[in-house]
């Protein structure tokens, strides 16, 4: 088999990129910024707030937690979502590097 292209990049790299992928869409931001708002919810309650049809939120909430940002705990025959910290972690550590970089930056290079 042969070498991907994310190969050549640094395990760190990778787990951003899948991370500013999953956040990448609208209708990801709108279900997170749900989750945040609500605290926890059930799939069919993301599913009355958003104009998509089930199957999409479902794949949308299936992004989500394969990247690491929510999680979903299975209550009868539903399941709970709720915001996974460890995965924006990540994020906001990479965020930071970027404000520390422009906070202690000498010059004006552009």
């Known amino acids: 088999m042969g070498i991907t292209k994310t190969d050549h990049f640094t395990a760190k790299q990778n ?3 899948v991370l ?3 956040i990448g869409h609208p209708a990801r931001i709108a279900i997170l910024e749900y989750l945040m708002k609500v605290d926890t919810c059930i ?12 199957p999409t939120v479902s794949q949308h909430l299936k ?7 929510i999680k979903g705990n299975i209550e009868g025959n ?3 979502y709720c915001i996974n910290e460890q995965g924006f ?3 906001k ?4 590097q970027i404000d520390n970089y422009t906070k202690n930056k000498k010059n004006d290079c552009c």
Do not use: H, R, W, Y
């Not at 799939?43 to 089930?54: F, K």
């Not at 992004?63 to 940002?69: P, V």
């Open 89 to 91: 972690e990540k994020i």
């Open 63 to 69: 992004e989500l937690k394969n990247a690491g940002l």
């Open 20 to 22: 500013a992928k999953a």
């Open 93 to 96: 550590s990479f965020f930071q």
């Open 43 to 54: 799939c069919g309650d993301i599913v009355n707030e958003m104009p998509l049809a089930q």
């Open 78 to 80: 539903a399941i709970c």
């Open 15 to 17: 787990e951003l990129a």
